[in-house]
């Protein structure tokens, strides 16, 4: 009986088992990925994450020059591009996408930064979101959008022709701010339903000149009675 083809099996058997083991297929991907760190800690580029505890900063994404370069021990945090969070030390949560995005935070958290600079001057406020704007030194839970001067349109689908049940309206001042206007009843003093009042007024047989005399006098007696309390 000859053995030699049943030999030969046994021999090319383990060399390709061999071959698709190193086979580019058989790989996730060539070249394989660099910059992983204990704790699921990613960091790509010169100084990224180079101040990190490892034993305790977990779950940070840094790419670009110098991201999150003074991170020690704040989580969750994602920084790409050239300099975005580098004096982050403990913040944790934050979100920074361009080049210098939230360079100065230290230990704000939870805020959101996309563009060149953006949140730039932020820096221990938390609950932030500055799109294409700087933000302001310490402030907490608000949204930028933009640049005064720079921008100088917004169109914003979704509002025009929506209907909204109940609600007020919403003014804006010079430096963009948005807001509300309330009623000012509560400064006011002996304020009354007109009830039928004005229904009688129409019916009357006043000229209109009269009438407009009459509501003058009323609001000024009103605006009296209000100077009154704030003085008592």
Known sequence: MNRLPLRHAFILIPF???????????????????GGYPNANTAEDDNALFSLDTSQGTDNTATGFEALDSNTTGNYNTASGQGALSANTTGRNNTANGQNAMLNNTTGSFNIALGDNAGFSLTTGDHNIDIGNKGVTGEA??????????????????????????????????????????????????????????????????SPSAISTSLTQMASHNSALSLNKWKR
């Open 141 to 206: 839970k608000t949204i930028r959008i933009g640049r005064v001067g720079t921008q100088t349109a917004t169109f914003i689908a979704g509002i025009s022709g929506v209907t909204v049940a109940g609600g007020v309206g919403v003014i804006i001042d010079t430096n963009g701010h948005l807001g509300t206007v309330v009623s000012s009843e509560r400064f006011k003093d002996q304020v009354k339903p007109m009830n039928d009042a004005s229904e009688a007024s129409c019916r009357s047989n006043q």
């Open 16 to 34: 390709v088992l061999a071959c698709f083991a190193i086979s580019p297929t058989a790989r996730a991907v060539t070249p394989a990925p660099d």
